[in-house]
């Protein structure tokens, strides 16, 4: 059996419970007038707990020895009556707590949900999506269990045990003294059985999270796992991941194998105490016969609670388990985040953009990935950013939208800090389409306006319109209410980035970002794309990061970044007639593209 990493074992929450437990109680203040309906339903149904075993001594030492029908009549009535109202009060109370459950639940979860959207991306580089959904969906789902079954409910077996404990000591403090001889056992079996089953549950939870993470990476990487015929590793390596996860389960219903039986033999000994002392006193004539029986009746009853109380503490340590994962999540901070004094962008603004002396790095002992980077995006200019893999490129964009930070230097739109912008509305100045399309599974039109209610459907068509998307739209079946299925698999690579195309034009920018945008789409699909992109970046800036080099032949200005310093700058004839970088990658292109050329022809 394979041992969690570090990064997977769970903090021991025992030294925060309380810390823990009082935040979890927070989420109950919204529905204070439903939990206090609970507690005085719990309390109800303690006190009618009561009321069967006393009855029954009733019965046994007064109507039937003196032959009081009526009596009897009134207590038969008077037991079943208690019955009813237990029912209705157990009945409501479930309902109750179940609802409150659910209540929390959702608060809770749309909590993690929005949250999850203000974290920065070098929090989801580093946590896998498995582990993550973990959080959202099986956390709070134990949470809700905690408040269904545990938090609220526990206060019933409470009362249930000090209302019983008080009858039984009212009725013969010596006969209830002999029956809680066996509490000590008790005591020591409810102690082992916690410890066991604590660990059992967290290694039950590291495995989930472990089966999610992996499931979630396989199925996104389906198509190389068939590929590359990896199937039966992949299997294998899964099969051990599930034996892991069935063993952690198995040794937990072990524990409650020995548990529960353990405490019916202990509830046996206590009753064997019972009839012992109390049929002996009975003969003696210093007891009722119905005393006895009432203590049996309640000595059943007072050790249910237990059984269950030591349940829900197990559930509660699940609770805490989870609480502390999802508030984990939840009290980590954006390492991107907006400024507490924000500067606001001039309106209606220029669409200049200036990146000055920026040096950038993923970690704080990591290598420098851009080191002193330093030009202007004038107005309505065409920037293209050329450079081999790993030079950079793509972090440029990262910067200026804000998914990271600069470690030195600073990146201005519109002469303003972005780092001082809100985030939304600088974004809102910004249209980015990227080499990998993600599209959505719900309908085209959904996926152009992203839930932009300002964007009618008539500017949803135009954009489709200018980038010829929308003649993919009137091949689908659904038009624009077609739905694309999961990532936009219905349609083929290039038709995603022709959605994609429209997406970034409804939204109308000031700056045009493309990201190896034309990449994937085939030569005449290029050409479609490029006649429309001419017209749109006309009077608006344009950043345009590109491999092919015969896409940005028409730009303004090209900056050339080798190893995260910009090494050349200056305009396509500049380029080609200095002789450098650019020169050679040009060269080097177009002989690939001749040599693909003629292979073709042949």
């Known amino acids: 059996m394979s041992e969690p ?6 903090p021991d929450a025992r030294a925060y419970d309380r810390r823990l437990l009082r935040r979890l109680v927070g989420y109950l203040r919204p529905y204070r007038p439903q939990v206090a309906l609970a507690l005085v339903l719990l309390f109800v149904g303690a006190g009618l707990e009561l009321a069967g075993p006393y009855l029954t001594k009733v019965a046994l030492d007064r ?44 608060d809770m979860r749309a909590e993690v949900f929005t949250h999850l959207q203000r974290l920065s991306l070098r929090y989801f580089d580093r946590n896998p999506v498995g582990r993550l959904m973990t959080r959202v969906t099986n956390d709070v789902e134990q949470l809700n269990e905690a408040f269904s079954s545990g938090l609220v409910t526990v206060f019933g077996d409470v009362f249930t045990l000090i209302f019983i404990l008080g009858m039984m000591l009212q009725l013969n403090w010596r006969l209830a003294l002999v029956t809680f001889t066996v509490l000590p056992l008790v005591a020591v079996a409810t102690f082992v059985f916690r410890g066991l089953i604590r660990t059992a549950y967290r290694d039950i939870r590291v495995r989930l999270a472990r089966i999610n993470a992996f499931m979630q990476e396989q199925v996104s990487g389906m198509r190389v796992v068939q590929l590359f015929g990896r199937q039966e590793p992949t299997l294998r390596r899964f099969k051990q991941i599930n034996d892991d996860h069935l063993q952690a389960h198995l040794r937990s219903i072990t524990y409650y194998a020995l548990f529960f039986p353990t405490i019916e033999v202990l509830t046996a000994v206590a009753l064997a105490l019972i009839l012992w002392y109390g049929g002996g006193e009975t003969i003696q004539g ?18 249910r609670p237990i059984q269950d109380l030591s349940e829900k503490y197990n559930i509660l340590q699940g609770a805490m388990a989870a609480s502390e994962r999802i508030f984990e999540l939840l009290d980590t901070t954006p390492e991107v985040a907006d400024d507490a004094d924000p500067l606001r962008l001039p309106v209606p603004g220029r669409g200049e953009i200036e990146f000055r002396d920026v040096w950038f790095r993923y970690d704080d002992d990591g290598e420098w990935v851009l080191r002193g980077v330093s030009f202007v995006a004038r107005p309505g200019e065409r920037v293209a950013i050329v450079g081999a893999t790993g030079a950079g490129k793509s972090t440029i964009i990262s910067l200026l939208m804000r998914f990271y930070d600069t470690t030195r230097g600073e990146v201005l739109f519109d002469g303003v800090p972005v780092r001082r912008v809100p985030m939304a509305e600088l974004r809102a100045r910004v249209s980015l389409v990227l080499q990998d399309v993600f599209l959505f599974s719900q309908d085209v039109s959904s996926n152009i306006r992203l839930g932009a209610a300002e964007i009618s459907d008539e500017q949803v068509r135009a954009a489709a319109a200018r980038v010829g998307a929308d003649r993919v739209v009137q091949r689908l079946p659904g038009g624009y209410d077609q739905p694309l299925g999961e990532r936009g698999l219905s349609l083929s690579v290039g038709e995603r980035q022709l959605v994609s195309f429209a997406r970034a034009l409804a939204f109308d920018p000031q700056v045009l970002v493309l990201d190896e945008a034309t990449s994937s789409v ?11 992109l001419d017209e749109l970046m006309r009077g608006r800036t344009s950043l345009v990061i590109a491999h092919r080099l015969s896409t940005v032949v028409s730009a303004d200005q090209i900056l050339v970044l080798h190893q995260g310093e910009v090494r050349e700058r200056g305009t396509h004839a500049e380029l080609l007639r200095r002789g450098g970088l650019y020169a050679r990658l040009y060269e080097l292109q177009f002989i690939r593209q001749s040599a693909a050329g003629d292979a073709a022809a042949d």
């Open 5 to 10: 990493s570090a990064q997977e074992l769970e």
């Open 63 to 106: 109507a039937i020895p003196d032959g009081d029908a009526r009596l009897l009549g009134w207590l038969v009535a008077a037991y079943a009556g208690s019955l009813v109202l237990g029912f209705l009060a157990e009945y409501a109370d479930t309902l109750l707590t179940t609802w409150l459950g659910q209540r929390v639940m959702f």
């Open 286 to 303: 210093t007891m009722t016969l119905g005393v006895v029986a009432a203590f049996l009746q309640y000595t059943r009853r007072f050790f």
């Open 522 to 532: 085939d030569s005449e699909l290029e050409a479609q794309i490029q006649e429309a």
